[in-house]
């Protein structure tokens, strides 16, 4: 028994040992490019680093999350190269420049058990300010309405709030969310809950198998391919920021994320190219 | 029915419910998880945000934020628990000072540890986005189970055996290492199972410490994500990351048991060196 | 009699480690009043309790609603996992056959280990629709309360049991020599004997409740308001911050840095509570 001890104890050194000493050799010749910022970029980001480092081998591409606000204030206090913001850019970031790289909708959903198939502007908005409280008032079961909305400051909540002209204070919800997973799965486990998420995220997961459906808005079926010919009305841009006009590797990066060498990237994470 | 007899249905009914909800979410992560895990997955890195490839990269970097974790908060803890119990008075200031501020800091959110160690590891000190600010910061939260678990330990070794070791001659420090810390092992065995727990579960702190890059980390330096924080990300951020999310849960629990395993093995034959028992 | 100078060498050696160790928590509050100072400069504490709600982006500062979540989701947590987790600890060291017992302790260690997000998930997608027939919307309080039960037994059961292995096996023979029933032995000999392990065990799973965020972000609704009953939706303080720091800019952010402080706060008079409790009832063995 005093051998695993041993053994262990010489294990560890070692990797010790191997993970103090790499550092020397790392910081030679590799460029690092840091994003930080909104979670709902993060993956994509990552995904067009990884192709990136493929194309110039000595960039490292690191990607790091903590919500569009760090992406803004990151940028500016220059801890990150660039930022990763899930919105417009506001009045009073005007100070720094934005390049949209992909275009996110926003689509209401129902429980798949739900008869419920469309729901008018006015509907929803009574559902949400709370007016009308149960589902037989617009044609669905006797049952209360479990209203899900999502938490101060997102995006997400900004643009519905807009769209339908309502104050944060106006919606009185049964249930706060904070990402758009936790949205489509409360959604599936509830039957008479209606909440609102990502188009594409909803659209994938609906076709995976899960209890969700996707309202139409004023008409309009909520889908990818309405978002791409611009039919849809609630879409939100997903932007990456600089405070300087980007010169070198960050040049290079926004460049090439920007293009269509990332448009199958941009698909596979449910989002839709931006127009260029 | 006697006392006895009552307390033990109660007992034996308590342990069923608790193991019964257990082995139920064991065998949901277990069902969901099962068929994705392979000996590529294992060892290949992460490819399309993590939905496909392996997670080889993320249990190199958990491995190395829990290194640094144990190396750096194992010692101090030591130490401390050493301290308060057999070199300070019952009700001296230091330990009055000492031990609630201990319970306070076990009481501080998660998220909270993640934007400290943010503030103070990584921008502070300067060490950026890397596996040595997570494991600085998770070495932070874990220190106060591994305190008051060791100085409990210590602290129920009956005085007996300090009287005996004073009468031998021995010093302080010697019926330390050879009598009271081998005696005190269950308790320090306690300790670590729930600190490497913490550690290996922990999410909030180490979104904000060692980063969200699922790179092969080529040194402490370097953003690594750990095994949660991918579980995180592809159940909660990636829309189709359920399957390799379960996966990546049921490798994590296989190496807490691994790890839990070696940490019992260390303690037996610790145990065995000992004066006494 | 003097230490030797190796005692005395360790002592120092000791004493700074300690200090390090205690002075990591006024690194922490100083970091939370810095961060805090944005908004207490502008908003007068008062606010906080009597604003209208919590809707920071028009200047509603309300935090109460949040504090008595927190409150009850770890009262509750602490009422189920207590007698839980002793009992488990129990099970593993005077009632199951050893094989079982070994099987058992390592299950709850591996439980131990669990990431939040994981207890979360499975409360999210199996634990919150079953509630959710019982009564809508299904992320509740009591959703929070059982998520986070399961989370802090192990923090009971293990320190428990550690503390029971840890009594004197004399002390139990003797017990058993003077005729005492099983029970009798447990009750009276064992748990208080052991009774300074399991106010440990209890008070670091307290604190483990008041500092979760993930799970119970993810299974407890969220909604900043006060809970009329356990099927109501809750916000803890936790919660809060983790929810919408990543969007919070300025005086928005300032404030979820206060929230972190009134949970602090909370901590703070719970250890303190918990430590004239024990001073008032210092029992010798």
Known sequence: ?????????????????????????????????????????????????????????????????????????????????????????????????GFTIALDGISIILNQANPVKVLDKRQIIDIFTGKIVNWKIVGGNDAPITVINKAEGRSTLELFLHYFDLKSTDIKPQVIIGDNQQGIKTVAGNPDAIGYVSVGAAEYEAGQGAPIKLLPLEGVAASMENLRNHSFPLSRPLNLVTRTKPAGITKAFIEFATSIQVNDLIKAQYFVPAPN | MSKSDLARVLIWLAAALVSGVFVWLLADILVHGLSRLSWSFLVEAPRNAGRSGGIGSIIISTGLILLVTMVMAGPLSLATAVLLS???QHDSVFRCLVRPSLDVLAGVP?????????????????????????????????????????????????????????????????????????????????????????????????????????????????????????????????????ANAYSSALVLIILLLVINSITLRLAKQWLHKSVAV | ????????????????????????????????????????????????????????????????????????????????????????????????????????????????????????????????????????????????????TLMILPTVALTVDAALAAVPVAYL????????????????????????????GIMLAAGRAIGETMAVLMVAGNVAEQPHSIFDPVRTLTANIALEMAYATGNHRAALFVSGLALMTVVVMLVSTAELFKKNTHKHV
């Not at chain 1, 690191?62 to 990763?84: E, N, P, Y």
């Not at chain 3, 480690?17 to 810095?34: M, N």
């Not at chain 3, 023979?173 to 440990?200: N, Q, Y």
């Open chain 1, 1 to 97: 028994m005093k051998k695993l001890s041993t053994i262990v104890a010489l294990v560890l050194t070692i990797v010790a040992i191997w993970g103090l000493s790499r550092t020397k050799l790392s910081n030679s010749k590799i460029e690092k490019l840091v994003l930080t910022g909104s979670s709902t970029l993060a993956p994509l980001a990552s995904e067009i680093g990884k192709r990136f480092e493929l194309i110039h081998g000595h960039v490292r591409v690191d990607v790091q999350t903590g919500g569009s606000s760090r992406g803004i204030s990151d940028a500016r206090s220059g801890l990150a190269d660039i930022g990763m913001v899930s919105r417009a850019l506001k009045q009073d970031e005007k100070d720094l420049l």
């Open chain 2, 86 to 88: 057999e070199f300070s």
């Open chain 2, 110 to 242: 998660s998220i909270v540890f993640g934007l400290f160690g943010n503030a103070f590891f990584c921008i502070y000190l300067g060490l950026g986005f890397s596996i040595l600010s997570g494991g600085l910061t998770l070495a932070c939260m874990v220190l106060p189970v591994l305190i008051r678990t060791a100085e409990e330990g210590l602290m129920a070794v009956p005085n007996d055996y300090r009287m005996a070791a004073a009468a031998l001659g021995m010093s302080r420090s010697a019926a330390l290492v050879h009598l009271l810390l081998p005696a005190a092992t269950p308790a320090m065995v306690a300790g670590s199972m729930l600190g490497i727990g913490r550690a290996i579960g922990e999410t909030a702190a180490l979104i904000f410490t060692s980063g969200y890059v699922d790179r092969m980390p080529e040194s402490l330096f370097d953003s690594g994500r750990s095994l949660s924080v991918h579980i995180y990300d592809l159940s909660m951020n990636v829309a189709g990351g359920d």
């Open chain 3, 1 to 148: 009699m003097s230490l030797p100078r190796t005692d005395k060498q360790l002592v120092a050696l000791l004493r700074i480690c300690a200090l390090i160790a205690a002075s990591i928590l006024l690194l922490i509050l100083f970091f939370l009043i810095d961060e805090s100072r944005p908004v207490l400069q502008h908003v007068a504490l008062t606010r906080f309790v009597t604003d209208a709600s919590w809707h920071p982006a028009q200047g509603l500062y309300k935090l109460t609603p949040m504090l008595s979540a927190t409150l009850y989701a770890t009262i509750g947590a602490l009422l189920l996992a207590t007698p839980l987790g002793i009992a488990s600890a129990l099970f593993c060291s005077y009632y199951a056959p050893s094989l079982f017992a070994g099987c058992y302790r390592r299950l709850i260690a591996v439980l131990a280990g669990i990431p939040s997000v994981v207890y979360g998930f499975w409360g999210l997608t199996t634990l919150a629709p079953i509630i959710g027939h019982l009564h809508p919307p299904g992320v509740s309080l009591v959703t929070g309360v059982v998520v986070l």
């Open chain 3, 173 to 200: 023979r003797s017990g058993a020599a003077l005729g005492l029933s099983h029970w009798g032995l447990i009750s009276g000999v064992a748990l208080p004997a052991a009774h300074s392990g399991i106010a440990a």
